[in-house]
């Protein structure tokens, strides 16, 4: 026999949900959100921003999550604070401008649905300002 010492098997720690460090919390809950789970995706991106409070990604994905649900003011207060913070964002700009229009708030929807559209180019960011330029112009008649 060689003097080798034995080397002990170490198990990786188990983390939970809320337990994860900023960047793992992401990967965690974007891949709760792709599969239709925003109350678990919320589980685990709350105590991260705790830690991490102005940390972007984590927001947005909170953004999504409250717009899943359907808890558009939530939704809109987040995306208004992204959007001061980056006016440039293309995802939560688009974002705001639909939990505007799913509140029944068109006039304020669509400038921001109208910059979206033009900072991306995507046809279903163009057919969101159709969508609600049509809907104003029916309410003014």
């Given at each position: 026999m060689s003097d080798e010492t034995e080397s002990e098997l170490v198990a990786p720690a188990l983390v939970f949900p809320?337990?994860?460090?900023?960047?793992?919390?992401?990967?965690?809950?974007?891949?709760?959100?792709?599969?239709?789970a925003p109350a678990g995706a919320l589980a685990v991106i709350e105590p991260a921003l705790a830690e991490d409070p102005r940390n972007t990604g984590?927001?947005?994905?909170r953004a999504w999550a409250f717009l899943a649900r359907a808890q558009l003011g939530r939704a809109t207060e987040e995306l208004t604070s992204l959007v001061e913070d980056d006016?440039?964002?293309v995802w939560s700009r688009h974002a705001l401008g639909?939990?505007?229009?799913?509140?029944?708030?068109?006039?304020e929807a669509l400038p921001h649905l109208r910059l979206a559209a033009v900072m991306s180019?995507?046809?279903?960011?163009a057919a969101a300002v159709t969508r609600v330029q049509s809907r104003l112009a029916a309410a003014r008649n």
């Open positions: 809320g337990q994860e460090a900023p960047e793992s919390a992401f990967r965690v809950a974007y891949d709760l959100l792709e599969r239709s984590l927001r947005t994905l006016p440039t964002d639909r939990a505007l229009e799913r509140q029944s708030r068109p006039a180019g995507d046809p279903e960011h």
